[in-house]
């Protein structure tokens, strides 16, 4: 199959998951909304989460800045294709891990985005200086790499109960490597290198130590 063949079938494959899209969509924002509810109502017990985040990924943080910017991006990419393709991966168990992926990881967004206020900073430069530059490719990437796992996991229950045929299965295992290779893979990796020299640029001049672990 050609290049411009497969390309074609994108936006064939994304109108057919317009529904897993607005699940996914739907479940991040949700997320992003009981994280910041956490902070809201119970602050002290958000710090703390933030506190074990920060143990977790904070030593590998600290240590990328002593490799050069395309090692960084390349580590950053390592980590996000290895938590889409988990996303992708995990639908396998109808859809479950996806879903709560995709979910966990718009509460983390929502709790380190009430702890930068809580510092002083405001939502919009926040969102603007410490999301964006990368966010616009990487969010994106982690929704359709959830729709993805979701839209497998649900075809493989509905395979389970005689409900989809093995080769509609399977042509839905295509249009996810499909999708992982030509969309996911390319956003992957501009998000990580603007991550790496754009967005921590941005965050250290105007924010200093704020996003601690981000």
């Known amino acids: 199959?050609?290049?411009?063949?497969?390309?074609?079938?994108?936006?064939?494959?994304?109108?057919?998951?317009?529904?897993?899209?607005?699940?996914?969509?739907?479940?991040?924002?949700?997320?992003?909304?009981a994280g910041a509810s956490?902070?809201?109502?119970?602050?002290l017990d958000a710090s703390q989460l933030l506190l074990l985040l920060d143990r977790k990924f904070g030593p590998m943080t600290r240590s990328m800045t002593q490799l050069s910017i395309p090692d960084m991006a390349r580590l950053v990419f390592w980590n996000n294709l290895k938590a889409t393709g988990l996303l992708i991966a995990g639908g396998i168990a109808f859809?479950?891990?996806?879903?709560?992926?995709?979910?966990?990881?718009?509460?983390?967004?929502?709790?380190?985005?009430?702890?930068?206020?809580?510092?002083?900073?405001?939502?919009?430069?926040?969102?603007?200086?410490?999301?964006?530059?990368?966010?616009?490719?990487?969010?994106?990437?982690?929704?359709?790499?959830?729709?993805?796992?979701?839209?497998?996991?649900?075809?493989?229950?509905?395979?389970e109960r005689g409900r989809q045929h093995g080769q509609g299965l399977r042509a839905i295992v295509i249009d996810t490597l499909i999708v992982l290779v030509i969309v996911l893979i390319p956003l992957l990796a501009i998000a990580s290198l603007v991550e790496v020299s754009?967005?921590?640029?941005?965050?250290?001049?105007?924010?200093?130590?704020?996003?601690?672990w981000h």
């Open 95 to 159: 859809g479950i891990l996806p879903m709560v992926m995709v979910f966990i990881n718009g509460l983390v967004v929502g709790m380190v985005s009430g702890d930068v206020i809580r510092q002083g900073f405001g939502l919009f430069p926040f969102v603007l200086i410490g999301i964006l530059p990368h966010g616009v490719f990487e969010i994106p990437a982690y929704i359709i790499g959830g729709t993805l796992g979701i839209r497998l996991g649900f075809n493989i229950l509905g395979y």
């Open 1 to 33: 199959m050609r290049v411009s063949e497969l390309l074609s079938r994108i936006p064939r494959i994304l109108k057919a998951s317009r529904r897993y899209i607005v699940l996914a969509t739907g479940l991040f924002l949700m997320g992003i909304a």
């Open 198 to 212: 754009v967005t921590r640029q941005l965050v250290e001049w105007v924010m200093g130590d704020a996003l601690r």
């Open 38 to 43: 956490v902070f809201y109502y119970n602050p």
